[in-house]
């Protein structure tokens, strides 16, 4: 009794999860695994991005004359469902590679179990500098940048500042410290005599914005480097705002610029902050005008800094597919090394030392016209101004 | 004749009125004594004291020559006291002779092992169950027992231990006269042969003076009065007090 | 001092707003004795909808929108009372908080339908959208507002519970509904008023956050452990309790910001686990009194007769899975027979224990995290999964010990802040764990690698830690552990050490846990923190709901069912809605899981 019970559940799964029969003109199927119901606010533009490219794709007959597939599945913002979808999409669906990934430490598990398993994953998302450096490996590559490139990328600008004393407020995990980390150590090469008084580490989405408003403000700072974000950062610009923490202070923020964060602030986004972002409202190309009219007249919404790397995630496999001319794993991991293509933000390379796309960011100040906060007098800096040099990049990684 | 059993100045107090207000009291070895009185006189509240289920606010108990005032309940059982409860408390998940397998494996120091329960110290549960007259609901949940034979599998249970001092605490409460009169003559009967001190709380008065060889009275927390069945019956003060109208019955 | 000043005005702002989630769930659970984690759900709802009317409204705005919100929510927690809550009145805590996770889950699905996924920033009080300064410190102005909100409500509930006739209604319902019932009071009205106002409550809190920080799907979770802590260090059922214990922990946060700025992540934890050693039933509780509603529904234990075949038929059909299955159902059934073991741990100190953990993770998780750096270190699997054990059952021993002191909710609370302080612990500290990017590479070793030669490991290893379980629960040890559940003072009254053996039931779930934890490192390849998270401990509560709380093999066959579930489920976009729903229909309407109902069928065809 108990058993066929046992046995009619595993049936069950047997039944949900058995080979599907093949058919001719079979596509090629890609496994993409996201956080979906965790952070939806993020990864629905994603989402939406990829989607429009691979609509596009398959308009014009795919690649290497067959449509491409995506599998998307839900991790639930757990590295444990992550690794079992994984196996699940790689042993069961068969897919030829695996994309996706927001949180790091999902991404991190998702590349090793690539690493173990063989199979190619392009993580989009993650921003932690250990995916491809202290603990890269053969398999993975990585699309947007990174945390080091993002925070080297304000650590310039706020050099040219001149500001000494310095706070830092940062969530309290591997992303904040990262980024924290980085940013002092190129500050400190650029400005070898600026001093960091005080450093706040709220929980992730809790923070104690009060108090921590009031403990940066007894540090007395002349400048402080945020990389709060979302509702962390909410919370903190109007606490900020209120007890006068941002007059006449030198305000570097990570991220801050993307819609994703800016936009959500309205009336009270801040002015003059120094932000890594994405001005999708005033940039003139051509490349990206299209994407923007595509994007919009698809989802009848503005795109954000998601879609954008959405989008490029859709095209690097397209690419990467084409360039390969096979479906083939190891061919696929050697053409993804150097891999260049053109995206709607110009041209962008994965380096073959480190497997790190070159895909860049904006860097601007924060203004606010009619209640909604935006970035002007930006520049786009490229991702490879500010990474090392692929020969120093090499060094980071574990010998494979 | 020995004391197994010896209170002095006992006392507990709830909030200002004292239940229990110090009482003293010995118990011989082997006798059988009841403890009467009007309902909220102490009587459980004294119970939970001698038991260890309260601790007392000053005096001191004695039981085998040893001072267990401090003594937790369940050290106080290992040492032979044993008891049942004015509501009768089972354990509600087994079958009667689980329960009383459970009393009897509570005996054994460290437990027995990873050996299946169910099989251990079946014949002593029975015997047992037999002794207090319900071994033919031995299979069943004591959820299905009725009221009187749920009291009297607490009996069984505490039987199990070997006790040198039995507690029961309204034994015949909810029970029919004839049937009250069964199970009084079971539990006397057993406390006779196994020389036990039996000290029991009862309403029923023809129990009462049935069965004990000593009576004690208590009223408003105090134990007025003490001594053989026919003279507390005579007794001017506990017919006031406790037999009131009824003292004639 | 003047900053000093300004810090306590900080931290009391911080603590009123603490006080108002904190004393709806409080009143709630003094009334109706309701373990209502679906509290930080309705405060998430006040929020939304007061974020809404404040858009729509022209006139009055957000100050209009407040006490709409708040009513709404309160009438919304009445439907919710009526429809789940009140079914499970005198149920076992766990299904009640079972029962309120599922609606946590569904009104997670229904916000996002409505309100949609973006942060949602509202507007400064009107009125109130500047700071004064107080010694020359700048103070916001609807900071001073909250302290006075915090204080008014403090004092509105004690008028309404001294003062009218349904506030000493209900506090003779706390001390004894029966007595209430007998006086004739319907004692379910007084169940669903207190439960309108504790959701009223919760919704005017979720109001009142509005301008102070964005919208999101997050807020409830985000809310809810920290508001149980309150409860539980105030003393369960206590308003008082709550607003000392919302002052407490507020300051400790304002003040402790200062000194040690990661301190936020535990403190509150930290001040819990510290009231409760010295005082087991928080500052101003009282020890609740009878057997614990556990002992009124347990129904036997065994097997039966079919029990010893029924376990060898599926053995051996295990073992001969792999001639017939393909290797992804092989590592589906690795996750499902570590969630067994980690489940049937749980089981044991949960059923027969009667003691229930928020936190069995903490156990999970130090399992994990102790093969990972066996196998770091270099020794390999073998020692990995001997050391999983070990250092899961010395955590048992120590956060046993404290545990055990307490019961019920208590001790619950008491396992998670365990939990939840170990979790601080392995995202803090780098050197040790790898924080948040964890561990990586933590591999079987050759003969045990791919999903065939793992799955018969898995299948040997938690096999042999299952049939441990299974008998400890048969043995003495086990029947005399249901005894001190089912009947404490009886139990005693016998001589049987119920703390000691609530302490061995503790360390044995602890081990069991690690072992899986284990196992599952090996399984995955990398250990990260999310393996002490309340979502681990959650997976573990849930197998043992779908299986039957009381059913030995109970263990395996909700582990089985959740996987499956979960697999079909996470496939379609509503999926945390459909896995809440058969949640709340599981609690409510099969309270035994299918262990139980199929225990049930065996014994009735073994009786003679
Ligand atoms: N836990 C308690 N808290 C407060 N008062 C109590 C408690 N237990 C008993 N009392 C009070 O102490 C007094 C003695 O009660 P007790 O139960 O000992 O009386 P009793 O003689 O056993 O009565 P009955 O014949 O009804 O069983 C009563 O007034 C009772 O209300
Ligand atoms: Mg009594």
Redesign the pocket.
Known sequence: MLFQRFAATVGVVLAISGPHPATAAEPIKIGEINSYTRLPAFTEPYRKGWQLALDEINAKGGVLGRKIEMIRRDDDGKPDTAVKIADELVRRDKVVMLAGTFFSHIGLAVSSFAKQNKVLFLASEPLADSLIWDKGNRYTFRLRPSTYMQAAMLAKQAAKTGAKKWATVAPNYSYGKEAVAAFQDVLKKLQPDVEFVDAQWPALFKIDAGATVRALEAAKPDAIYNVTFGSDLATFVREGNLRGLFEKRVMVSLLTGEPEYLEPLKTEAPTGWIVTGYPWYAIKSPAHDKFLKAYQARWNETPKMGSMVGYNTMLSIAAVLAKAKSTKTEKLVDAMRGLTLETPMGKISYRAADHQATMGAWVGWTAVENGQGFMTRWHYVDGADVLPSEADAAKLRPAN | MTAILEARQLRKV??V?P??DDVDFSIDAGTRTALI??????????FELLGGGLSADSGHIAFNGADITAWPPMRRAQAGIARTF?IAAVFRSMTALENVQTALLATVPGGGGLRAASSAFKGEAEALLDTVGIAAAMESAVTDLAYGDVKRLELAMALAGNPRLLLL??PTAGMAAAERRRIMERATGIAVARGIALLF?E?DMDTVFGFADRVMV?HE?KIVADGAPGDVRADPLVRRIYLGADADA | MAFAFAQFLTGLASASWLFLVAAGLTIVFGVTRVVNFAHGSLYMLGAYIAYSLTGMLSLGGFWLAVPIAAVTVGLLGVVLEMTVLRRLYGAPELFQLLATFGVVLIVKDVALTLFGPVDLFGPRAPGLTGAVRIFGEPIPEYDLFMIGAGITVLAIIWLLFNRTRFGILVRAATEDAGMVAALGVDSGRIFTLSFFIGSTLAGLAGALQVPREPVTLLMDLNVIAEAFVVVVIGGMGSVFGAFIAAILIGQLKAFGILVLPESTLVVAFLAMTVVLALRPNGLFGRAASGPPPAAEIAPPENLGRFGRPAAIALLISLALLPLVAEPFILVLCVDIMTLALFAAGLRLMTGPGGMISFGHAAFFGLGAYAAAATAKAGLGMVAGLAAAPLAAGLGAIVIGWLCVRSSGVYLAMLTLAAAQILWSAAVQWNWLTGGDDGVLGIWPDRWATGPVAYYYLTLAVSGAGMWLLIRLAEAPFGYMLRAGRDAPARARALGIDQRRLKWLAFTAAGIAAGLAGGLAAFAKGNVFPDVLSIPKSVDGLLAILLGGLHAPAGPVIGAAIYAALENILSRLDHWRALLGLSIVGLAVFAPGGVGGWISKRLRHRSRP
């Open positions: 709830f909030g009125t239940a229990v009185g009007p309902n909220g006189a102490g009587k459980s509240t004294l004015q605490d309204e709380t309403h208590m927390g």
